[in-house]
């Protein structure tokens, strides 16, 4: 190219795959995505997949299910380990939480948990957290689940996980 000498092409081509590298890696799923056979399922949004020989302790990204002790906690759970337990289902890792959980998206055949989760009415969209351009499907779903009164929508007043996990410490 007129005016530019070989020096600073070389620099301005390491400058561009440097640019490249750095939006790979800020992408949340393609890249983290694994598969392996879910063996626990210890809530509604927390499991265990064995990765590798490995178990891996996942939390279900951008949704809070009913806490144990509170109502549908346990159908959440249920419903969890119905839909998972023993099955192969694919894990696109978003980040680790202060618990040391992998944080993902989990999809079975397909179809994302979280999606069926909140259409069931036993999960909440965890707005504080939730994020990612999917989240705004999920707030849809939420919508239509509480419109039909699903489930954990069918108390008139449902206390969020979060506002029970902070009443339960204090």
Same mark, same amino acid.
């Given at each position: 190219?007129?005016?530019?000498?070989?020096?600073?092409?070389?620099?301005?081509?390491?400058?561009?795959?440097?640019?490249?590298?750095?939006?790979?890696? %800020?992408?949340?799923?393609? /890249?983290?995505?694994?598969? =392996? &056979?879910?063996?626990? #399922?210890? !809530?509604?949004?927390?499991?265990?997949?064995?990765?590798?020989?490995?178990?891996?302790?996942?939390?279900?990204?951008?949704?809070?299910?009913?806490?144990?002790?509170?109502?549908?906690?346990?159908? %959440?759970?249920?419903?969890? /380990?119905?839909?998972?337990? =023993? &099955?192969?289902?694919? #894990?696109? !890792?978003?980040?680790?939480?202060?618990?040391?959980?992998?944080?993902?998206?989990?999809?079975?055949?397909?179809?994302?948990?979280?999606?069926?989760?909140?259409?069931?009415?036993?999960?909440?969209?965890?707005?504080?957290?939730?994020?990612?351009?999917?989240?705004?499907?999920?707030?849809?779903?939420?919508?239509?689940?509480?419109?039909?009164?699903?489930?954990?929508?069918?108390?008139?007043?449902?206390?969020?996980?979060?506002?029970?996990?902070?009443?339960?410490?204090?």
């Amino acid at each position: 190219m007129k005016g530019f000498s070989e020096d600073s092409m070389v620099k301005r081509k390491v400058s561009m795959l440097y640019l490249l590298v750095l939006l790979f890696l %800020a992408l949340p799923l393609p /890249a983290r995505g694994w598969s =392996g &056979k879910v063996i626990d #399922v210890a !809530a509604g949004d927390t499991i265990t997949v064995l990765r590798d020989k490995q178990p891996v302790r996942v939390r279900l990204y951008g949704i809070d299910c009913p806490e144990e002790g509170q109502p549908f906690g346990t159908e %959440a759970k249920q419903f969890t /380990a119905t839909m998972l337990l =023993g &099955k192969m289902v694919e #894990v696109g !890792a978003i980040n680790v939480d202060h618990y040391g959980r992998t944080v993902s998206l989990v999809y079975l055949d397909g179809k994302g948990v979280c999606d069926e989760l909140i259409r069931a009415g036993l999960a909440w969209v965890y707005y504080l957290y939730c994020n990612l351009p999917i989240c705004a499907e999920w707030k849809n779903l939420e919508s239509e689940a509480k419109k039909d009164k699903r489930l954990l929508w069918s108390d008139p007043e449902p206390i969020p996980p979060w506002r029970f996990r902070r009443q339960k410490r204090k």
